[in-house]
């Protein structure tokens, strides 16, 4: 190896991309490393995906800032690779990509009734209310009567969401268009549907537990959705977080109190989506009664159940979109890779690049499994970089500075790290006068225009 640094880009600033970047920074060998983010802001799902009720998930955003704040890691926001600049550019002046975009859509569900009007993906509502600069800045909530498909945390989160009151989110950083659309929302009973038993859930205990606390929203469990197979007593006595699942779940179906709140939340089990009722939009979905295989799995017992509904919201994963100029399995979803080492379709290893986080092993896992995830991808590229299997075809550029006077000619208003701080404080401004941490700003153009200190709509940031 040379004596200059080993020049790496990461695109994706969210936590995968962040925890990657950390573990190249203090390894062996001496490096240079940008992080890339399309949008004006870092932290990908941990700003986008996770409920604004949820101040202890978000605390890991205080880890990853302390990461960033360092300044050894240059961040390079609101820049499309794939569109600004390109995989072929990238690779001209850099000696390895690492990949960590994440998921960012949902997964597919194919029954009939998908296309009907009223019937939403819940990646595209999480965006909505929270505050993603990419999506619109209004949602139908006219619905009283609403499903949600799945049972992960996610499902969790949009039950919750659409059911709690807006008083009770104003201690949050929601924006004022989404305080506005919860405002008008008419819900009154949120039906979550799982496909499996109490035991095969993926909700995580805190998350059901917090469920059960929201002011004026009563949660429902039925008894005829309980049952468990060997698999499932396997599963509780082997795992102490399906037991609590299981608990909680339990004492609740034995509770003999009164339902007395303005909205409920219905949580069924043992029902599997079999159709979207209606003509030109939502007026039902058709559920299968399933049992129990012994193995944990289950199947349809014919038995059907219609739920009069006028909106249903699918929470079944996400899925992740593919990166310009790199392979992607369109069944699995993420990037062709062993442990990490991207590979093209005849299985031979694409030279100097990597991938981490969702869109290396799929949308399953949490930090702790990106943390490992992305300490497995490093070894890989420190491996190779010390086998001196990295290098940039421009030997005389450095590869940052050449992209960044590449963006600065094609004039994308990229941001910075300096320019997130900025943005940081003026969201708190914001949400000072009315107790707040912060309110979150939303307009792309607006984002970009105060990390950049620029004017827009006639006002100077």
Not at 18 to 26: C, E, F, G, V
Not at 145 to 161: H, K, S, T, Y
Not at 423 to 445: D, F, I, N, S, T
């Amino acid at each position: 190896m040379s004596d200059r640094p080993l020049s790496v880009a990461v695109i994706g600033a969210g936590p995968a991309g962040i925890y990657a970047a950390d573990i190249l920074s203090k390894s062996d060998i001496h490096t240079s490393i940008d992080l890339y983010e399309r949008l004006p802001a870092p932290f990908g799902l941990v700003r986008y995906g996770v409920a604004p009720d949820h101040p202890r998930i978000k605390q890991i955003i205080v880890a990853l800032y302390k990461i960033l704040q360092r300044g050894d890691i240059r961040l390079i926001g609101n820049v499309t690779v794939g569109d600004d600049i390109t995989i072929e550019e990238m690779q001209e002046h850099y000696d390895a990509i690492i990949v960590a975009t994440g998921a960012d859509r949902d997964a597919p569900l194919d029954i009939p009734g998908v296309d009907l009007e009223g019937c939403y993906g819940a990646a595209d509502f999480v965006s909505w209310y929270d505050g993603h600069p990419d999506y619109p800045r209004e949602w139908p909530l006219d619905a009283k009567e609403v499903a949600v498909i799945g049972a992960g945390n996610v499902a969790l989160d949009v039950a919750r969401m659409l059911a709690k009151h807006p008083d009770d989110l104003m201690v949050t950083e929601i924006p004022e268009n989404v305080e506005k659309g919860l405002r008008e929302n008419q819900v009154t009973d949120v039906h979550v549907f799982g496909r499996r038993g109490p035991a095969q859930v993926k909700f995580t205990p805190l998350e059901l537990r917090e469920l059960g606390k929201v002011p004026d929203v009563d949660v429902i469990v039925y008894e005829e959705d309980f049952d468990f197979d060997d698999a499932s007593q396997e599963a509780i006595n082997s795992s102490n977080q399906t037991k609590q699942v299981v608990t909680t779940l339990t004492d609740w179906v034995m509770r003999e109190e009164e339902f007395t709140a303005s909205r409920r939340i219905h949580l069924h089990m043992m029902q599997s989506p079999v159709e979207i009722l209606g003509t030109d939009r939502v007026e039902g979905v058709r559920m299968e009664r399933t049992e129990l295989t012994g193995d944990g799995s289950v199947t349809g017992t014919g038995q059907f159940i219609d739920y009069p509904v006028q909106a249903v919201y699918r929470a079944v994963g996400y899925f992740s979109s593919p990166v310009l100029g790199l392979p992607f399995d369109n069944i699995r979803g993420v990037v062709p890779n062993i442990e990490g080492r991207v590979i093209l379709p005849g299985g031979d290893h694409l030279p100097g690049v990597y991938a981490t986080g969702w869109i290396k092993r799929g949308p399953i896992g949490l930090i702790g499994s990106t943390k490992s995830d992305a300490r497995e991808t490093i070894t890989h590229l420190v491996e190779d970089a010390k086998a001196n299997k990295l290098h940039r075809s421009d030997d005389f550029a450095t590869g940052g500075d050449a992209m960044m006077a590449m963006l600065e000619e094609r004039g994308i208003r990229y941001t910075t790290w300096q320019g997130w701080e900025v943005l940081e404080q003026y969201e708190m401004a914001l949400g000072e006068p009315h107790g707040r941490e912060r309110v979150k700003v939303v307009e792309r153009e607006t984002m970009t225009a105060i990390s950049r200190g620029e004017t827009h709509e006639g006002k100077l940031y």
